[in-house]
């Protein structure tokens, strides 16, 4: 059980284009849903929390307006980079909190390259 | 959040015990410890967590410190994909949007 779902595994888009990220639990209800990035040799940084039917809290540094999160029910949070760059290419990856629960289950990652 | 240091990097050969050290001097009280691991091009992976008891699971063990500040994961026998960056993470579950920070992690590599 847990498991979480992430749409794509990988996209590739072109500069000033937008992707939406989908990030899915599958069998459990998860209040709450992380979003991370990480950058190669570099460990996780946590980008967001969001919380279902409310806004999400921005980590310090990360910009709202560019990266919208969207938790609209207990088992769908998506993460839509909006007019990506060649700097925004990554690995993202999201984390969902089993509600009433204190495990943590990730995603597989979405690799984002912008060309 | 306490903060947690681990050594960079480790090597171990496959078939072997291998114990993955994490300190924690500023632990709280209701910290719990957990631990991660990251295959490459993967999401994190939970492998186990602890309070204060020594935890045993499937994948590995966990050996916590009687004051806390210590802790070490044990890996019984060390496979070739168990090669991996292990985070040691502490995370006191408090309010709705407790969270898990990672830091740099210990890479493990298994020698065949």
């Known amino acids: 059980g847990a498991v979480v779902s992430q749409h794509p595994s990988w996209v590739i888009c072109k500069s000033g284009t937008s992707v939406k990220i989908e990030c899915r639990s599958l069998?459990?209800?998860?209040?709450?849903m992380f979003w991370y990035r990480q950058f190669p040799k570099q460990s996780l940084m946590l980008m967001a929390t969001?919380?279902?039917?409310?806004?999400?809290?921005?980590e310090q540094g990360v910009e709202k307006d560019k990266f919208l999160i969207n938790h609209a029910s207990l088992t769908l949070s998506t993460l839509t980079v909006t007019s990506a760059h060649p700097e925004d290419s990554s690995f993202y990856i999201c984390?969902?909190?089993?509600?009433?629960?204190?495990?943590?289950?990730f995603g597989s990652g979405t690799r984002l390259t912008v060309v | 959040d306490a903060k947690t240091t681990q050594p960079n990097s480790m090597e171990s050969n496959e078939e072997e015990p291998v114990h993955l050290p994490c300190n924690h001097s500023?632990?709280?009280?209701?910290?719990?410890i957990h631990w991660y691991r990251q295959l490459p091009s993967q999401g994190p992976e939970y492998v186990i967590h602890?309070?204060?008891s020594n935890v045993n699971n499937r994948m590995a063990s966990l050996a916590i410190a009687e004051d806390r500040k210590s802790s070490t994961l044990i890996l019984h026998r060390a496979t070739l994909r168990d090669a991996a960056v292990y985070y040691c993470?502490?995370?006191?579950?408090?309010?709705?949007?407790?969270?898990?920070?990672f830091g740099k992690g210990i890479t493990l590599s298994v020698r065949p």
């Open positions: 984390s969902a909190k089993r509600t009433g629960m204190g495990g943590y289950t």
């Open positions: 069998d459990f209800q998860a209040t709450t």
């Open positions: 993470i502490l995370n006191s579950y408090t309010g709705a949007n407790s969270k898990l920070t």
């Open positions: 969001s919380n279902e039917g409310s806004k999400a809290t921005y």
């Open positions: 500023t632990i709280s009280g209701t910290d719990y």
């Open positions: 602890g309070l204060t």
